[in-house]
């Protein structure tokens, strides 16, 4: 006999929030109970699509009578108190990366998580993508030796509105801080952060000092480099690229198509449209998989799903990131432990 479905509140009902809603719903080892955000109009909307009591206090929700587990979704500078009214309730949370944009909030936080005995898994989904984890899985098994070099390209279509730079914590807390979890899930630990931006074409960019195009060299503790492209446009769709080299070889991931339909003619050959303009497209997979993985955890106690110590790990590397690209200078992750 299969165990009765567990029950989650989803706590932000926004852009990601709703992709977690519509997981939920779907899978047959979870159902929605409670949908939560000040915005009750926004909460209503879920709940009547994909199920659920909606509330507009979030800490309403976490009800251990009512939840078995929480997806928090709301937004970053929230995080942080979530995370301790679940650990409180002795409730799994599953929270949206990043923790919060204030290390030292994070390490006030640490000592409890790590007595904590309830999962607090965080939200970075790119592992999950089935290429990416298949990558990861045959440098793993040794097809191309130890990696030496890994390359991570990440540009979104277009710039975020300026309202979001102005909380967003920079491009490295925001946006790089998934490209420092891969790395960190490919070669472990980090041990040298060389940062350089520029604000090229941004507004928002420029008026928050803040770039919209940087390039990182990290130096792995094995000896591995990586490098790390971010912009925050691109013409031709959301490029995501990843590559692993070593001395045996190449593993990469390529690109997602928005369409399979090529065109050759004089001036062309098997032309294209542009790729996925999406993260929540090119992610689908990736996020619906982070949930099996974290009811994996809730259930059986371990699971692949990124830990409060992930986060943490990713965040310092974006405080040095920070840091380096401010000061001129390779700045060592050692300045933050
Ligand atoms: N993993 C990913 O790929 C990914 C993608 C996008 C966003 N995120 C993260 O998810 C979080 C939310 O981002 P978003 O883009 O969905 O934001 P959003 O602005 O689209 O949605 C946020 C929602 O939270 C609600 N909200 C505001 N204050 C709240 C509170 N105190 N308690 C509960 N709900 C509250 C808002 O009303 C809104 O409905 C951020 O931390 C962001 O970094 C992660």
């Known amino acids: 006999m299969s165990a009765a479905p567990l029950r989650f509140a989803l706590i932000g009902t926004g852009r990601i929030g709703r992709v977690h809603a519509a997981n939920i719903a779907a899978n047959d080892a979870t159902e929605l109970a409670v949908v939560a955000d000040p915005m009750i109009a926004s909460a209503n909307e879920v709940s009547a699509r994909f199920g659920g009591t909606a509330v507009s206090d979030p800490l309403a929700a976490v009800d251990p ?19 301790t009214a679940c650990i409180e309730r002795g409730i799994p949370v599953l929270s949206e990366k990043p923790i919060d944009l204030d290390m030292s909030r994070i390490d006030e936080l640490r000592p409890q998580v790590r007595l904590a005995a309830s999962p607090v898994a965080i939200g970075f989904n790119q592992r999950f993508d089935p290429a990416i984890a298949e990558v ?4 793993a098994a040794g097809e191309i030796g130890e990696i030496e070099q890994l390359a991570i390209t990440s540009r979104d279509p277009g710039p975020p509105p300026a309202a979001y730079i102005a909380v967003s914590g920079g491009i490295f807390r925001d946006m790089t801080i998934h490209d420092f979890d891969l790395a960190r899930f490919f070669v472990g630990d980090l041990d040298e952060v060389t940062a350089v ?3 090229l074409f941004d507004a928002g960019a420029r008026e928050h000092d803040d770039f919209d195009t940087v390039v990182v060299t990290l130096k792995a503790r094995t000896g591995a480099i990586v490098t790390i492209t971010n912009s925050r446009h691109s013409t031709y769709g959301y490029d995501q690229r990843i590559e692993a080299f070593g001395g045996g070889g190449l593993l990469n991931v390529e690109n997602v198509p928005a369409s399979l339909v090529a065109a050759s003619n004089a001036t062309h050959a098997a032309a294209r449209g542009p790729y996925v303009e999406q993260f929540l497209e090119r992610y689908a ?10 009811v ?12 409060f110590e992930d986060g943490r790990a990713a965040q310092v590397i974006a405080e040095a990131a920070h840091r380096s690209a401010r000061a001129g200078r390779t700045v060592r992750t050692d300045e933050f432990n």
């Open 65 to 83: 009578e009512r939840v078995d587990a929480v997806v928090v979704a709301s937004p970053t500078p929230t995080h942080i108190d979530l995370i």
């Open 136 to 139: 990861q899985r045959r440098v």
């Open 197 to 199: 931006g520029s604000s």
């Open 285 to 294: 997979r990736a996020y619906a998989n982070e949930l099996d993985a974290f």
């Open 296 to 307: 994996e955890w809730v259930r059986n106690g371990a699971s692949p799903s990124p830990t």
